[in-house]
């Protein structure tokens, strides 16, 4: 399966990421300052899919109850979590059951462990809300119909 088919998927149905089940009941497309869209897929598992279409970059993310400061090292599960990237965009678009409103502005970092885990927390910049989310990169091959 490929990027496009995720995006293109309905509200309602389910795709099998990483022998995963993803049924998508929300997608919101975030126009990043430099003008890039990123989108975030959320199934009814409080998981997300990041999606990068033009780097093809997919990150599944289990959301997590823990509150996370943000830093330059972040001590989770007994693992450390070094500052990697970060970056803020607007959302554009929501359709179904997202986390976001459209036209909210949402600035992310990303934490990396030596394992190649990230830890990313978003920041509602309008409300000052922050949700954290644990993940992998997953590859379009680990994606399949169900």
């Not at 990043?32 to 899919?49: K, S």
């Not at 462990?113 to 409300?127: P, Q």
């Amino acid at each position: 399966m490929k990027i496009s088919d995720l995006l293109a998927m309905e509200l309602g149905e389910s795709v099998s990421v990483a022998n995963e089940p993803f049924t998508k009941i929300g997608q919101a497309e975030i126009t990043l300052d430099d003008g890039t869209a990123m989108f975030w897929l959320y199934d009814d598992e409080d998981n997300m899919l990041s999606v990068a279409p033009k780097e093809d970059e997919i990150v599944l993310f289990h959301q997590i109850t823990e509150e996370i400061e943000p830093s330059e090292v972040i001590l989770f599960q007994n693992k450390e979590y070094e500052f990697s990237y970060e970056d803020a965009g607007v959302v554009k678009q929501v359709d179904g059951d997202a986390l976001l409103e459209e036209e909210d502005r949402n600035g992310f970092s990303d934490y990396q462990s030596k394992d190649g885990e990230t830890l990313r927390v978003i920041t509602n910049e309008n409300s000052g809300e922050a949700v954290a989310y644990f993940g992998r990169v997953v590859a379009e091959d680990d994606l399949s119909e169900i």
